[in-house]
């Protein structure tokens, strides 16, 4: 007995050929997509392994650019600190110094001016108060107040004599 096909044994057949196919074309995509994901996944792993290399660089740089930049202004601000540290205080020594010489000196000459009246104090005891000057061009002795009446000549209110030139 031969068989002979009919409609229905056709649709079958097709439908079992188009399921097969369809399953095949399934299963082949199935397996390209599967291909696809792990080259995706391999893909993004890469670049997400070189952005964080890049960015740990990146960061690396940005750390010794922030090391440097801090030293910078702290060496300037240091240096401007000692300047001025320095310089007030040698200023400050110098003006001591100063000061304490002149007071030295002050001192000194009050000493000699002190030495000095005392000396023209016991002048004047010694010599009874008589003075020899040089008054424009000419030599006086200047005497004690009340020594002689009318000599002619004066000197801040007290007698003097003039003496000849030779």
Same mark, same amino acid.
Do not use: C, H
């Given at each position: ?5 009919t409609a229905n044994d ?5 439908? @079992? ?27 993004? @792993? ?37 300047? !001025? !540290? ?15 010489? @002149?007071?030295e000196t002050l001192a ?34 200047v005497l004690p107040a ?21």
């Open positions: 007995m031969e068989r002979t096909s056709l649709s079958d057949r097709l439908k @079992r050929r188009l399921e097969s196919e369809r399953r095949e074309i399934e299963e082949l995509t199935a397996s390209e997509l599967k291909r696809l994901a792990e080259n995706s996944r391999r893909v993004a @792993r890469n670049a997400l392994s070189t952005i964080e290399r890049d960015t740990e660089e990146a960061t690396g740089r940005m750390r010794e650019l922030l090391a440097k930049a801090w030293q910078r202004p702290l060496i300037v601000g240091l240096s401007l600190w000692l300047g !001025f !540290f320095g310089g007030s205080w040698a200023t400050m020594r110098w003006l001591a110094g100063s000061i304490q010489t @002149r007071i000194e000459l009050d000493y000699d001016i002190q030495d000095a009246r005392q000396t023209l104090a016991q002048l004047e005891v010694d010599t009874w108060g008589v003075a020899l000057l040089e008054i424009e061009g000419e030599r006086v002795v009340g020594t002689l009446d009318n000599t002619g000549w004066t000197w801040r209110d007290q007698p003097a004599v003039k003496l000849s030139n030779r």
